[in-house]
């Protein structure tokens, strides 16, 4: 387990060598992390606002009272001896959003628009992976054809970020733009 900076102050994103879950998970208070005995054990820490769980890594969003430099480690060395202790991360039987099957996926993808489904395989192939490596998570929303106007979700490191708004400005909605050739496209982001 290793930390890493983003590019979001207030959130710092652990890494580990083994797969956490095989869904994203996002948690805003405790009441929420009923499936997550890691996240749940993580919000006793009196710093920790928010907990973002993916595929191999931990964002963790703290509030202002505290410093990285304080408590990185204690929060580096308390995941690693959870994690090597085999505790449960995600308890995936008891969340209630279950992940959607690759048929379920096909099917919604299949009842979108032309438009809508040319941005969900931009955002997939280009977007997405440079959020996640910031410890963070883009989901497609929606496209209004009439206002031109793609949403977004913003997760992790991203929601609330101080940079977001001019990384989708001026990567996304640009490079949406020009893959589309269209430069009426607007993107508004939502935070999770």
Same mark, same amino acid.
């Given at each position: 387990?290793?930390?890493?900076?983003?590019?979001?102050?207030?959130?710092?994103?652990?890494?580990?060598? &083994?797969?956490?879950?095989?869904?994203?998970?996002?948690?805003?208070?405790?009441?929420?992390?009923?499936?997550?005995?890691?996240?749940?054990?993580?919000?006793?820490?009196?710093?920790?606002?928010?907990?973002?769980?993916?595929?191999?890594?931990? /964002?963790?969003? &703290?509030?202002?009272?505290?410093?990285?430099?304080?408590?990185?480690?204690?929060?580096?060395?308390?995941?690693?001896?959870?994690?090597?202790?085999?505790?449960?991360?995600?308890?995936?039987? *008891?969340?209630?959003? &279950?992940?959607?099957?690759?048929?379920?996926?096909?099917?919604?993808?299949? *009842?979108?628009?032309?438009?809508? @489904? @040319?941005?969900?395989?931009?955002?997939?192939?280009?977007?997405?992976?440079?959020? @996640?490596?910031?410890?963070?998570?883009?989901?497609?929303?929606?496209?209004?054809?009439?206002?031109?106007?793609?949403?977004? #979700?913003? @997760?992790?490191?991203? /929601?609330?970020?101080?940079?977001?708004?001019?990384?989708?400005?001026?990567?996304?909605?640009?490079?949406?733009?020009?893959?589309?050739?269209?430069?009426? #496209?607007?993107?508004?982001?939502?935070?999770?």
């Amino acid at each position: 387990v290793y930390g890493e900076t983003t590019p979001n102050p207030s959130v710092m994103k652990f890494v580990c060598n &083994k797969r956490l879950t095989k869904i994203t998970v996002e948690y805003k208070n405790i009441d929420e992390a009923k499936n997550s005995p890691l996240a749940a054990v993580l919000f006793n820490f009196p710093f920790v606002k928010e907990v973002f769980i993916d595929e191999n890594y931990i /964002s963790i969003t &703290k509030y202002n009272v505290a410093n990285w430099d304080d408590v990185t480690l204690e929060l580096r060395t308390f995941i690693k001896e959870y994690l090597e202790n085999g505790n449960t991360v995600v308890d995936e039987d *008891k969340t209630v959003t &279950k992940p959607i099957s690759e048929e379920a996926k096909d099917v919604a993808f299949d *009842k979108l628009d032309n438009t809508s @489904q @040319q941005i969900v395989n931009i955002i997939e192939e280009y977007v997405k992976p440079a959020v @996640q490596s910031d410890g963070g998570n883009i989901v497609f929303d929606s496209f209004n054809p009439e206002n031109k106007k793609v949403k977004v #979700i913003l @997760q992790g490191a991203c /929601s609330g970020c101080p940079s977001s708004t001019f990384t989708l400005k001026n990567g996304i909605e640009n490079m949406l733009k020009q893959m589309l050739n269209d430069e009426e #496209i607007v993107v508004e982001a939502l935070n999770s």
